[in-house]
């Protein structure tokens, strides 16, 4: 399933399997709405049932294929190895959950995979992962899979932040994305040469944005997360289109920071231990080379349940 720029995706096909025309499609419907309501009393349900306890949640994955730039939180190529994922709306959280990471455990294995989009049909409990990071957990021919998911608080980083300025900013509006955070993001603020800081606001697409802008810059952004990680950024120029690194982590002793609760520690001691174990058993990641409309409904067709999300 491709997304847009807008987080609108196509719509799933109601009968993947059978290839029935639109013509047929009521009477079939009417048919399955006959045959559901008698089968209720004896069958499973067809899909995983969503539940969630003490942050871990279960439900289903499904696999998709992202153009590079086009998911939904704006970020850049691939994220994290093309190991990524898409959240249904309200684990989306109008972009608060951009950036953070979730481990996906299901029938052969975990994975970590970064959220980089949105999936509008998904349910809440259905992840959509990308390609590289199903075929951590399940063969691809799979399709859909029952998983179980948790967030992973302060994951490992794999560099220092970056900032990159939304083209067509000018110094009466500003949008900042900023990429490397590890944990979501929780408030932007932004000083310029004048000083005193202005908080941005989340869009949906990932951007924090200042709707009257923030002059000519330089600036400097200050980042907070939920865990009360705290860093610094000085010299963001206004360079629309560019993304720029800096030498600040958003945690760790180089980051100006705060130190993480000793409960965040102890969490995240037990979660580096888990994803020792399951990269010593990851199989490699896959091509990308399908198309994703292709993709998506081999995918569906070789789902051995029709979709919760049809």
Known sequence: MAHSQH????????????????????????????????SQATASPACASVTSSAGQTSGEA????????DGNCSYPGLP????????????????????SFIEVTG????????????????????VDLSEAAFERIAPLAAGEVPVTYHTIVDPPLASALSVLVKTGSNPYYLALLPIGAGNPVASV????????WQSLTRTS???????????????????????????????ITLSPGVLQPTSVPM??????????????????????????????TAS???????????NASAALAASPTPSCTS
């Open 7 to 38: 987080g609108i995706r196509p719509a799933r096909r109601r009968f993947p399997r059978w290839g029935i025309g639109a013509a047929a499609a009521a009477g079939v419907a009417a048919v399955v709405a006959i045959a559901v309501g008698i």
């Open 62 to 69: 499904t696999h998709y294929v992202l153009t590079p730039g």
């Open 80 to 99: 994290n190895g093309g190991l990524f994922v898409a959240l249904s709306p309200g684990e989306y959280d109008g972009s608060a959950a951009c950036g």
């Open 107 to 126: 029938p052969d294995g975990s994975v970590t995979a970064e959220v980089v989009d949105q999936c509008p049909p998904c349910q809440a409990g259905h």
């Open 189 to 196: 603020q932004v000083s310029g040469p004048g000083g005193g």
């Open 205 to 235: 697409y990932g951007y924090w944005l200042a709707s009257g802008g923030a002059g000519a810059g330089p600036f400097t952004v200050r980042l907070t997360d939920p865990e009360g990680h705290q860093a610094t950024l000085p010299g």
């Open 251 to 280: 945690y760790g002793t180089a980051a100006a920071m705060a130190p993480a609760s000793p409960a965040a520690k102890a969490k995240t001691k037990h979660q580096h231990r888990r994803r020792a174990r399951t990269r010593r």
């Open 284 to 294: 490699p990641a896959p091509s990308h080379a399908t198309p994703p409309r292709q």
